[in-house]
């Protein structure tokens, strides 16, 4: 089966709290990419980061870091310092490049909400 | 830089009728992608484009069809509405790995629509 699981469905934090998004992938091809979205209560979706299969090294932008660990077949979000304005829909989605066609597999989404 | 454009933005349509949804992709992508979102749910990948062939189907409809132009845009028809079409229809668009390009999605604004 090719499939995405966000365990968490709402996170709730205080603004300037840490807060990690967890993300597990199930995919049988050796070679596939791995993104997280943004969805504001705007509606649109934003690409934040893409990870091929073959490449670990985890990265971090700004406040934005990611924890890519093949092993345990996880790609974890990390937000520092979070912001009000990180409250919104955040998408972990799989794309297999062997046997997935062109289709983009997404979790179901983790809520975050950021109070002040 | 430019960004995926899609139209209407928001559209109501009665049961059974007819809806015409248009995207235009980011200059030089050469692969298009339709996703619907229905309310609280993740999107769900219906069809793609690859150089103005069907590259993949997923879980669209009878009563849909899409098709890709000669200057890359995309229309996706559908006919006989239900009210369980209503829900946030996106486009993607992405440059392959043939052409240069990373394949990384990037999603238009979406198009609301709403059967009454």
């Known amino acids: 089966a090719q499939k995405v699981t966000q365990a968490q469905t709402e996170i709730s934090v205080v603004e300037k709290e840490d807060v990690t998004l967890d993300c597990v992938y199930e995919t049988r091809d050796t070679t596939y990419y791995l993104f997280w979205y943004k969805q504001p209560p705007s509606g649109e979706l934003v690409f934040l980061i893409r990870r091929n299969s073959f490449d670990e090294q985890n990265e971090i932008s700004g406040r934005y870091s990611w924890n890519f660990q093949k092993s345990t077949s996880s790609f974890n979000f990390t937000i520092t310092a979070s912001q009000v304005v990180d409250s919104a829909v955040y998408f972990c989605a799989l794309r297999p490049r062997n046997t997935g066609g062109f289709k983009t597999i997404f979790g179901a989404g983790t809520r975050l909400f950021v109070k002040a | 830089a430019a960004g995926v454009i899609q139209s209407p933005r928001h559209l109501i349509k009665e049961k059974r009728e007819t809806a015409t949804l248009k995207c235009y992709p980011i200059?030089?992508?050469?692969?298009v992608y339709w996703y619907q979102q229905g309310p609280g749910q993740d999107p769900q990948f219906l069809i793609s484009f690859y150089e103005k062939m069907q590259s993949d189907k997923g879980s669209i409809p009878d009563r849909f069809s899409a098709q890709q132009f000669s200057d890359y845009h995309s229309e996706l028809n559908m006919s006989s509405l239900e009210l369980g079409d209503s829900a946030l229809y996106f486009c993607?668009?992405?440059?392959?790995?043939?052409?240069?390009?990373?394949?990384?999605?990037?999603f238009g604004p979406g198009t609301r629509l709403l059967v009454l």
């Open positions: 993607a668009s992405s440059s392959s790995t043939a052409s240069g390009g990373s394949e990384t999605q990037y």
């Open positions: 200059p030089r992508h050469d692969t």
